[in-house]
């Protein structure tokens, strides 16, 4: 029998806390391959400033490396179609709901109305009933790495982790600058799932927890092979859309440059050696292969807290993301010696903007059961916080919880201003990491477009148990 080694997967606490062997999740999947095989999910691209497209959503059994799997697809594929816009275009999609059970569709990340047939939360298609969404770019979005996924209350982990989600790129004059353009682009959608298991029953301790799969699938393969030449510049735009797990990105014998976050470029690259994404947030990297030979590019083991010492199912239970292979780096040719390149790029700082007003944000469990922000669980009937269009707002958003909470909020991207662990995070972001015990304070400007929408964690499991708030803003 394979090893986890041998197949490049290294498995990690799935359901219920309780660790998994490598055969009984083999019991189910006696097809596991040895190796995925590269690929990206197709591509639907604006022409004229529109892209008119429908995605259907339906449960299906998609290739799994040289096996299968059962997985929610949309148009026959997890991760579905890659939709390409640019500013100022419209985008029509017809949602098609094929599945027993009623969804929605949230564009995450995209600054575009929450009202009506738009990014709204709210909205909900029945089983076998279809939704025409209908949404337009500012002249003056961002461009990025964006994200749609299901959004309907109590279900959208679930939805989620069985494979319901895609990219959303936002193409931008940085694309067309040489180096960049010279790049070899590469969707990278990192995503956890429970392979064997079909449509898993996920028990409760594992939701408050937050629920984490055995395996990290690249555009929904297991530990693909990825194949570069020595000397050439790389371009991947990271996601990290697992409903709970954090991952720390390493790639051996390489430095990635960071040139972009959630909501768009840096002023300045800066070169780390790890990438850290809580789930829903972007980084986008250039990677430059110099050396000839195969390197892993892994996610670390990142310790998110502990389910506290209530009398819960999940009482002093640790919540940690464990370690594993993303992908396997093939670089071949000559030995080169180049580095990437520096870029800068004209960044619209917020921090000397004067904020119009000041509002705390509070995260907090209680007994590892109940998930609440400002003491509440989700309402969709109540507004929660009410601010002005166009005014800039500082956040502190407290967790006085035993466990992170990555804070994430529709529409609006922030700035973090600064934080209780270290450095704040660079960029425009919508998604931060609150530390357990901890605090964040950001800025964000509501500009341009008023609405209701929501703020929430994007532990997915947390949001559907009520870690939720509405806003609107008029
Ligand atoms: Cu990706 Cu409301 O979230
Ligand atoms: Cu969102
Ligand atoms: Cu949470």
């Known amino acids: 029998m394979a090893t986890a080694g041998a197949t490049g997967l290294v498995l990690a606490t799935a359901c219920g806390g309780q660790p998994r062997s490598r055969t009984s999740v083999a019991g189910a999947s006696s097809d596991v391959p040895t190796d995925g095989i590269w690929s990206e999910p197709p591509v639907l691209a604006s022409q004229g400033g529109l892209l008119e497209a429908t995605l259907t959503v339906a449960p299906a059994v998609v290739p799994y490396g040289s096996g299968k799997r059962w997985a929610l697809t949309v148009n026959g594929t997890t991760p579905g179609p890659t939709l390409r816009l640019r500013p100022g275009d419209r985008l029509r999609l017809t949602l098609e709901n094929r599945m027993e059970y009623a969804t929605n569709l949230h564009t995450h990340g995209l600054h575009v109305s929450p009202s009506g047939n738009a990014d709204n939360p709210f909205l909900e298609i029945a089983a076998g009933k279809s939704l025409v969404y209908e949404m337009s770019l500012p002249k003056d979005h961002p461009g990025g790495l964006f994200w749609y996924h299901p959004h309907l209350h109590h279900h959208v982990a679930e939805q989620l982790f069985a494979g319901f989600l895609g990219a959303i790129v936002v193409e931008d004059g940085f694309d067309a600058t040489p180096e960049i353009a010279a790049a070899k682009e590469r969707i990278v959608l990192l995503h956890d799932a429970l392979p064997a298991a079909g449509e898993a029953q996920v028990m409760r301790a594992s939701k408050m927890q937050g629920r984490e799969g055995s395996v990290v699938l690249v555009n929904g393969q297991p530990a693909p092979d990825l194949s570069a030449v020595a000397g050439s510049l790389e371009r991947w735009r990271l996601l990290n859309a697992s409903p709970s797990r954090f991952l720390r990105l390493k790639l051996e014998g390489h430095a990635l440059s960071l040139i972009g976050t959630d909501g768009g ?65 093939n670089v071949t040719g000559e030995a080169a010696s180049a580095r990437p390149p520096v870029l800068s790029t004209r960044y619209d700082d917020l921090a000397q903007a004067t904020p119009d007003r000041t509002r705390n944000v509070v995260l907090s469990m209680s007994g590892g059961m109940s998930f609440f922000i400002d003491g509440r669980q989700y309402d969709p009937a109540r507004v929660d916080i009410r601010a002005r269009l166009n005014s800039v707002e500082d956040w502190t958003v407290r967790n006085t919880s035993t466990m992170d909470h990555p804070f994430h909020l529709h529409v609006w991207p922030f700035q973090v201003l600064a934080q209780s662990n270290g450095n704040p995070p660079a960029g425009w972001k919508d998604v931060v990491n609150v530390p357990a015990g901890g605090w964040v304070r950001l800025r964000v400007r509501f500009a341009g477009i008023a609405g209701k929408t929501v703020y929430h964690c994007h532990i997915l499991d947390h949001e559907d148990l009520g870690m939720m708030g509405v806003i609107e803003v008029a």
């Open 265 to 329: 470029r840096l002023a300045a690259s800066r070169e780390l050696d790890a990438i850290s994404l809580v789930p829903g947030e972007r980084a986008e990297v250039l990677v430059q292969p110099a050396q000839p030979g195969t390197y892993q590019f892994a996610t670390g083991a990142v310790d998110r807290g502990s389910m506290g010492m209530g009398m819960g199912m999940g009482g002093g239970r640790q919540a940690n993301s464990g370690a594993a292979n993303v992908l396997r780096f």
